[in-house]
């Protein structure tokens, strides 16, 4: 405890300064945090965007340079930061950033909260990756003091994986103040010359494997033909986006597909979108759909783990089967054709934000984990 201002100095670390689902989540958690009862510090080990959002927002936020798990060379100089920034808790957002912080944690005698926001084993691994990457789940969440899960599938799956995984769940939450549907925005639509008569499908992501831009174009080129009003908006950078660009050039849809790559202003381009598209392979709790339903859109995700949680098919949302484009294009059909459906799944959308999933009761339950470590 800093006994000179009476406040718990909690360290929030992550990966990377990149702004993800994951990066989000620490974003709107350190801003909610009560400030009169914790003093947060977060620490990257890569910079970039999120380290300038941490800036204005009057968080100390510091890089530590390292692009791998189990990265030892930086284990001494994480250890000499969190003993000159007089940490109380360690809150380690993800697997890289946990394997990178523990041995430090641990070595002076400091209770660890590990978050997981989606398992770092998954299918589509080579079997041996995949082995290994279970193995060290399973050692790192037996030395941490609380590991959080962002879904209940996610605790499930932790579970089944190995015997005596122990995890709470606590959701993601939205920040219903920067997400809000009511207020005023730049226009989006205007500033990348998309009539005001199009369609808009908005897909906002990292062009990952995990999120499968590629089926996205292959939906949206089916999805055209009968509907030809529809323009999508695909927002983000990632290993897949040249072959994204290329799939919307073979497929000659490129004229009705705007590229851009992340940007900071999500509300902005959300409240330019009439349905946003997630066709992920698997989530732990989509913070992405969370928005884009906070933001009152209608929401069409994959069907796999987390997003179900959010997502009830038909009542706030669609849920196609991951990996199949026919599937999602013709959700984006019906959605295209009918307004009133549309307009219902909207207003459910913001309503289970509100009720569920806001970023103030995901930060008191947070807060209470944090409260129960400083006995």
């Known amino acids: 405890m800093d006994n000179l201002k009476g406040k718990t100095r909690v360290l929030e670390t992550i990966r990377q300064g990149k702004i993800g689902g994951g990066e989000s989540h620490v974003l709107d958690l350190v801003a909610s945090l009560d400030k009169t009862a914790f003093e947060p510090i977060v620490l990257s080990f890569t910079d970039g965007p999120m380290i300038t959002a941490l800036e204005k927002l009057g968080v100390p936020a510091y890089v530590i340079a390292s692009e791998k798990a189990f990265d030892i060379s930086v284990w001494k100089k994480v250890r000499k930061f969190i003993e000159e920034q007089r940490i109380d808790i360690v809150h380690v957002h993800g697997t890289r950033a946990n394997t990178n912080v523990l041995w430090a944690a641990r070595n002076l005698g400091l209770p660890v909260v590990y978050t997981i926001h989606g398992w770092s084993?998954?299918?589509?691994?080579?079997?041996?990756?995949?082995?290994?990457?279970?193995?060290?789940?399973?050692?790192?969440?037996?030395?941490?003091?609380?590991?959080?899960?962002?879904?209940?599938?996610?605790?499930?799956?932790?579970?089944?994986?190995?015997?005596?995984?122990?995890?709470?769940?606590?959701?993601?939450?939205?920040?219903?103040?920067?997400?809000?549907?009511?207020?005023?925005?730049?226009?989006?639509?205007?500033?990348?010359?998309?009539?005001?008569?199009?369609?808009?499908?908005?897909?906002?992501?990292?062009?990952?494997?995990?999120?499968?831009?590629?089926?996205?174009?292959?939906?949206?080129?089916?999805?055209?033909?009968?509907?030809?009003?529809?323009?999508?908006?695909?927002?983000?950078?990632?290993?897949?986006?040249?072959?994204?660009?290329?799939?919307?050039?073979?497929?000659?849809?490129?004229?009705?597909?705007?590229?851009?790559?992340?940007?900071?202003?999500?509300?902005?381009?959300?409240?330019?979108?009439?349905?946003?598209?997630?066709?992920?392979?698997?989530?732990?709790?989509?913070?992405?759909?969370?928005?884009?339903?906070?933001?009152?859109?209608?929401?069409?995700?994959?069907?796999?783990?987390?997003?179900?949680?959010?997502?009830?098919?038909?009542?706030?949302?669609?849920?196609?089967?991951?990996?199949?484009?026919?599937?999602?294009?013709?959700?984006?059909?019906?959605?295209?054709t009918d307004g009133a459906l549309r307009q219902s799944l909207q207003q459910n959308a913001k309503a289970a934000i509100v009720e569920h999933f806001n970023v103030t009761g995901m930060t008191e339950k947070i807060s209470a984990v944090y409260r129960q470590l400083c006995k």
């Not at 906002?204 to 999508?232: G, N």
């Not at 997630?278 to 913070?287: A, K, N, T, V």
Request: with cysteine; hydrophobic share 45%.
């Open 121 to 336: 084993f998954h299918d589509g691994l080579h079997p041996l990756t995949r082995r290994l990457r279970v193995a060290a789940e399973k050692f790192i969440t037996r030395k941490t003091q609380v590991n959080i899960c962002v879904s209940e599938s996610n605790r499930q799956t932790g579970i089944k994986a190995f015997n005596g995984f122990s995890g709470v769940v606590v959701r993601n939450g939205v920040n219903l103040q920067k997400f809000n549907p009511d207020a005023a925005y730049p226009d989006v639509r205007g500033a990348y010359g998309i009539p005001a008569d199009k369609l808009l499908l908005c897909y906002i992501a990292r062009m990952t494997y995990q999120k499968d831009p590629v089926s996205m174009i292959h939906a949206f080129a089916a999805a055209l033909k009968s509907r030809p009003e529809l323009h999508l908006l695909m927002i983000g950078d990632g290993e897949l986006k040249e072959a994204a660009v290329q799939a919307a050039k073979e497929l000659q849809v490129e004229n009705h597909v705007t590229f851009d790559g992340f940007r900071q202003d999500v509300p902005a381009v959300l409240n330019a979108a009439d349905i946003y598209c997630l066709p992920s392979l698997w989530e732990g709790f989509p913070i992405g759909v969370l928005e884009a339903m906070a933001m009152g859109k209608a929401v069409i995700a994959s069907d796999v783990d987390g997003t179900r949680e959010a997502v009830k098919d038909g009542e706030n949302g669609l849920l196609v089967p991951a990996e199949n484009s026919t599937a999602l294009a013709m959700a984006i059909v019906k959605l295209a």
